[in-house]
């Protein structure tokens, strides 16, 4: 059994996958704890949590704290169980459902990156599958083509004709494949494509007299 979790998003979800078949779904809008969010999860599909075997986790881009979460969540998993642990682009995630629910030609993934930014990547989706035509690229939300056909969480925030599609762990396992490699979670890391950079607070000044 597959653990899939997406929490890339504003609307977090977790699923159990056996094969491509969804087994249990749940999701939460409310930023809920993981752990109640996957006492959900069990708890509607009557499967003890010792029938995981494999976790896959959306890698995003998005939200910083909610791939962090999952992360930390398929980290633990792996350390007290030895399970392989996998990750997702949520960029792939969303282009993969996009082509399932019948997006053709060309098509923008865009995902809100904060701060006016936007996460983008070009993909061309056919009858027989999708192909992206470039790298995922953080840029300025203003310089999208206005003829793009955009697609993702927030889509119509910067196109009306925009299409909304939130990446769902439900579909995880048919993006990756079902033969999941043998991975460590420690190793995976979020997809944060703007370079970190802070600057150091200067010294408090006190006053001891």
């Known amino acids: 059994m597959i653990l899939g979790l997406e929490f890339s998003s504003a609307i977090r979800s977790a699923a159990l996958l056996d094969g491509n078949v969804v087994i249990a779904r749940v999701e939460a809008s409310d930023h809920s704890a993981p752990v109640l969010l ?3 999860l069990f708890q509607q599909a009557e499967l003890p949590v010792t029938k995981i075997n494999s976790i896959i986790v959306g890698l995003g881009p998005g939200s910083y704290t909610g791939i962090r979460s999952s992360l930390a969540l398929a980290q633990g998993w792996q350390l007290g169980r030895n399970i392989p642990v996998e990750g997702v682009s949520s960029a792939e995630l ?7 629910g019948g997006v053709r030609n060309v098509a923008t993934v865009v995902i809100d990156a904060q701060r006016g930014d936007v996460y983008k990547a070009d993909y061309e989706f056919a009858e027989s599958g999708f192909r992206a035509l470039g790298e995922l690229a ?3 939300a ?3 083509s206005t003829d793009a056909k955009l697609i993702g969480p927030e889509a119509t925030k910067w196109n009306v004709m925009g299409t909304t599609i939130v990446p769902d762990a439900a579909h995880l396992n048919q993006v990756l494949g079902v033969a999941l490699p043998s991975g460590a979670a420690n190793l995976l890391e979020p997809i944060y494509l703007r370079e970190t950079n802070f600057i150091k607070a200067a010294p408090s000044k006190r006053n001891f007299e």
């Open 142 to 144: 203003n310089a999208l």
């Open 38 to 40: 996957l006492e959900r």
């Open 138 to 140: 953080i840029m300025p």
């Open 94 to 100: 969303i282009a993969f459902q996009a082509w399932h």
